[in-house]
């Protein structure tokens, strides 16, 4: 298992890089479609498992809901990066709008 990771090299999409592609052109240009939803990922597969922190969750949320944004966690590892962080299913929920959970996946099933 991954373990918690901080940076957009791992993955991990912060508040911060949300804000500044959403208030750019897609803002100003009605040639852009206006972003409705931000989706993650928990774990971060293809960043090697990494896992995407409650904290920065918490952050990515309130800016994307400031932003109009509706927040969507693929959690097809969700249950992996609970057992890795002590963190509950409930907690990461709590944090996003909506989510799904994949149990053949968190068990390395086909």
Do not use: W
């Amino acid at each position: 298992m991954g373990t918690p990771a901080t940076d957009e090299d791992a993955g991990i999409l912060s508040s911060g890089v949300l804000r500044q592609a959403i208030d750019g052109k897609a803002r100003s240009n009605s040639f852009y479609a206006t972003p409705r939803l931000v989706v993650i990922e928990n774990t971060v597969n293809a960043a090697g498992g990494t896992i995407h922190p409650l904290a920065a969750m918490a952050e990515l949320r309130t800016v994307a809901h400031e932003l109009g944004m509706t927040v969507y966690l693929d959690g097809a590892r969700l249950l992996n990066a609970c057992v890795a962080t002590g963190v509950s299913p409930r907690a990461y929920a709590a944090e996003v709008d909506a989510l799904s959970v994949c149990f053949s996946k968190g068990l390395c099933a086909p």
